[in-house]
DNA sequence: TGAAAGCATGAACAAGTGCTCATATATTCA
DNA sequence: TGAATATATGAGCACTTGTTCATGCTTTCA
């Protein structure tokens, strides 16, 4: 990140390019950098085992943190710790009622992606 | 894995059960184990942004990996990592045609699986 | 009011990850 | 056959991540 003597063609990355045609239509229909990076972002989220169970519970019903503990037999630093995180990511909402904090999916959509990534693994089974 | 003496009341994490019933429902309910694992592995390789750009890239069109390095703007080595990367998943498939090799999705499941994705960060956006 | 219950959080550390660099392999073509 | 092209891959390194441990906050209840 310092030397940039002797390199008046600075190109990062200059790879030849093969099918310039190709290249010109995808470049036109891909999707817009932001919503691509938020995608990954949301899929990283959903990416960890953990999260994936605790996912999975609150799709079935409401929890609350030492009951989801129980469930998935992790401590409830973990689990709080992972919570934060799906909170963070509007993925989780959570309601407190007295000293007990509940949690459950903030979207319809959460379920509908897991049930599409489910049926898929599922073929890859058999096929 | 291997002592386990002086374990006779061996729970891992004795966190105290709130609502024993939600608990009994919910362990009733939950998928299996391994297909949670895979999800989750399927959703961590989804999970990053260079991940995500190719598929959607593919998604697009077959395309070869200078075309793609072209496109992303990174060095063919980092894309050529990653795509072996996708081909172990299972997410994309190659087939070489003289020394160029073409990448496309392996599945029509991924990019609907990147479609409701999309729906969920657009809808996001507007709250 | 003080103790206990339920949850949140900061620090720290081991394990995992993505890129770069150098180099290997495979194919084409003169 | 030898050079050039397209891709693959191993090692190394900076960076990220998930858990644990200790502790703090909030609410309830005796």
Redesign the pocket.
């Given at each position: 990140m310092a030397d940039n003597r002797e390199k008046d063609t600075l190109e990062l990355c200059d790879v030849?390019v093969?099918h310039e045609d190709v290249l010109a239509r995808v470049k036109a229909k891909m999707p817009d950098e932001d919503p691509v990076y938020e995608v990954a972002e949301l899929f990283?989220v959903f990416?960890?085992?953990?999260?994936a169970r605790i996912i999975c519970a609150l799709n079935i019903e409401e929890m609350?943190?030492?009951?989801l503990?129980a469930l998935l037999n992790?401590?409830?630093?973990?689990?709080?710790?992972?919570?934060?995180?799906l909170k963070v990511s509007r993925i989780v909402k959570?309601r407190?009622q007295?000293?007990?904090?509940?949690y459950s999916l903030d979207d319809s959509h959460i379920g509908q992606i897991f049930a599409m990534a489910f049926d898929h693994v599922m073929e890859e089974q058999e096929g």
């Amino acid at each position: 990140m310092a030397d940039n003597r002797e390199k008046d063609t600075l190109e990062l990355c200059d790879v030849p390019v093969i099918h310039e045609d190709v290249l010109a239509r995808v470049k036109a229909k891909m999707p817009d950098e932001d919503p691509v990076y938020e995608v990954a972002e949301l899929f990283k989220v959903f990416g960890d085992s953990t999260r994936a169970r605790i996912i999975c519970a609150l799709n079935i019903e409401e929890m609350c943190v030492c009951d989801l503990s129980a469930l998935l037999n992790m401590t409830q630093s973990a689990i709080s710790h992972q919570l934060r995180l799906l909170k963070v990511s509007r993925i989780v909402k959570s309601r407190k009622q007295g000293r007990v904090v509940y949690y459950s999916l903030d979207d319809s959509h959460i379920g509908q992606i897991f049930a599409m990534a489910f049926d898929h693994v599922m073929e890859e089974q058999e096929g």
